[in-house]
């Protein structure tokens, strides 16, 4: 027998959930049943295209037993792929999923406590010591004929040793501790296999004692005669609802199946159920979760569709089944078209599942579109979770672009909430001929720039980008419905706010943005004559297709900034004091620390710290000391 002790994360991962999990423990039962739904697909797939497995005969079943008394426990036990003493060792000893772990590191204490936050990742097969002091895994590998014992206590270490078992699966056995007492019992395990398993594709039974009393015999005492039958019964519906008449379902049929496919205790959003009989016959069946999935925003991100076939579960680790921008999408695919032994390789290029994916991302669209026509209260808590990812679809998908260009919302300088590009539209007075917008920062300071005064006044409406893929994304699109999208800390948006009179006014000022260009020399791109500033010296902007200097700041932090020192343009304010002052010098020392200020003070309300703030310090003390 060998004891191997658990990888520290697995430790960590059974505090957290006997902690945070603790009031919710009946989910255990739904985790180990959802396993071994896991392993009997894994078997079936496994029988249709491994020609070692094809003999096995065997009729898919889950089994629940339980005993009473003093020592109660409960079994699990399924006919699936069962595991072999490495997969024991790999997938009971370690947590498998690095989504998992990197979110349990990022983890806050108050996040911690959040069972609804817990629930959401698989806390899977370690949620059965909240009920249990010891469990016991008897499994053979399907296609082997050794079996093993896994045993642990949760504390730390496990063991595994040889076994015997009849044939393939697994069999896990809890030890129940005092607050897993109540599920030795028949009614419990009924209802919360209604709960949270009906839909199971496979047949769970259930085995307990039914006391039969006859009446027409007494015993010794002349009770009634007790006699106990050993019965074993079906519990849940097994079927794929998915495949049933959307008339005959209920939305609370929907809901359930929802709940017991995903982690989520909450309702989804919406749902959306299509059944094609065309040239191509498949059911989709997509929930919109209620909160983004915490994994959404993760490169490693777990996909949440699964692929069948003809009803034979495929595989849920596939990228490709949706567009990666529509990841945060639950559900299921069930195709009648496509071969089973489908391999990764095949899906890629399959004519029927590319033909699927498109029609399920349109059918997709067109329902968010519908939604926030039709319901503009749920579309906001949509587009609350999932404003992001849409827009990095208008970024990838070509295809969908302009219905994307619909979907997605921005905030803006004029309105609350969030606003659509049609109504940014509707919104723009005659005079306006592009729409501006201003990305990079958070909320608080895009509202404070000092860009935004001049188009204000001018009843312009700008909309304010907060995430970090949208200046990406707004260059890449460039128009919508032909008014070209404008960032206003670039130069490019600078002559739209310029009449006749404010151009003489620039041409007059040449000798002051020479003085300026000349004292920072190396430091500026150009320097240029604003039209848009009322209350502030200057501002920084940038040109056209240049990275803006923030963006250059966060390619920098990630590396990837090397040889990019693309520098700023200096818009100025030439009826501010400082200004002023500066034209009203001669004192070449005076107009270097003027202007040094100037661009420094610029780079300062765009966030950027000087990069010599000790000699920043020192010419402002010099200047207000003169
Ligand atoms: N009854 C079972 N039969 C065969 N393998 C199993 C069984 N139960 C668990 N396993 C294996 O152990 C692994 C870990 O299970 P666990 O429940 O901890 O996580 P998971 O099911 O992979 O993740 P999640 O719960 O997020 O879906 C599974 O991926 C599976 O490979």
Known sequence: ??????KTEVSQLLNLIIHSLYSNKEIFLRELISNSSDALDKLKYQSLVDDKLREISYTPRIDLSFTEGDKRTLTISDNGI???HDDLNDNLGTIASSGTRKFLANLTDDQKKDSNLIGQFGVGFYSSFMVADKVEVISRKAGEDQAWKWISTGKGTYTVEE????SQGSTITLYLNEDGNEFANRWQLEQLVKKYSDHIAYPIYLAYDKTNYDNEKKD?????LKTVERKVEQINAAAALWRRAKSELKEDDYNSFYKSMTYDSSDPLFYIHTQAEGTIQYTTLFFIPGKAPFDMNYADYKPGVKLYVKRVYITDDDKELLPTYLRFVRGIIDSEDLPLNVSREILQQNRVMNSIRNASVKK???EFSSIAEKNPDLYVKFITEYNRPLKEGLYSDYANRE?????????????DGFVSLASYKEHMPESQKSIYYLAGGDETSLHASPLLAAYKKKGYEVLLMTDDVDDLVISSVGTYKDLPFKAINRTGAVDDLQDEVQKEKAKEATPLVEKIKKALDGRVKDVVVSSRLTD??????TEDNAPTVRMQQMLKAMGQGDGLDVLPVLEINIDDAMLRKIDASNDDSYISDMSSVLLDQALLATGILPKDPVKFARIVHGLLSR
Do not use: H, I, W
Not at 1 to 6: H, N, V
Not at 220 to 224: C, I, R, V
């Open 536 to 541: 502030s010296p200057a501002v920084v902007v």
């Open 163 to 166: 076994a015997e078992r009849e």
């Open 1 to 6: 027998m060998e004891q191997k002790k658990f």
């Open 82 to 84: 069962g595991m072999s």
């Open 403 to 415: 219905t994307l260009l619909e979907l997605v919302r921005f905030q803006s300088s004029e309105r």
């Open 220 to 224: 010794a005492e002349g009770n009634p």
């Open 364 to 366: 997709l669209l067109s």
